[in-house]
């Protein structure tokens, strides 16, 4: 089973910058899919972005010009560098490896909670 790791996360002004972690362990391939989500209390747990093995990105659309979603496929590391942070930020991020011809699984590390103060 695929396991996920996240780290980096912490309390950041407003307007600052936070680059989050993670380390995948296991049987993961370079073509699997891995993503960032976040989930704030009592909302839905939400794409933040995406890339898949070949480097094809995806992002939130009201993200994308702040984040920067880089892969190394040969660490098996994500991360996720999200500039000019704002308050409606805050919430738990997860590192994600999703569904891919090899592997019908999800998976998801524990979260990391990011803290954005005004």
């Known amino acids: 089973q695929v396991k996920l790791v996240e780290s980096g996360g912490g309390l950041v002004q407003a307007g600052g910058s936070l680059r989050l972690s993670c380390t995948a362990s296991?049987?993961?391939?370079?073509?699997?899919?891995m993503a960032w989500y976040r989930q704030a209390p009592g909302e839905q747990r939400e794409l933040v972005a995406a890339i898949t093995g070949d480097g094809i990105t995806n992002y939130a659309t009201s993200d994308e010009d702040r984040c920067t979603i880089p892969r190394d496929n040969v660490k098996k590391t994500v991360s996720l560098q999200v500039d000019s942070r704002k308050p409606e930020d805050t919430a738990v991020y997860y590192c994600?490896?999703?569904?891919?011809?090899?592997?019908?699984?999800?998976?998801w590390g524990q979260g990391t909670q990011v803290t954005v103060s005004s």
């Open positions: 994600n490896v999703g569904r891919s011809v090899l592997d019908d699984h999800e998976y």
């Open positions: 296991g049987p993961m391939f370079r073509s699997d899919p």
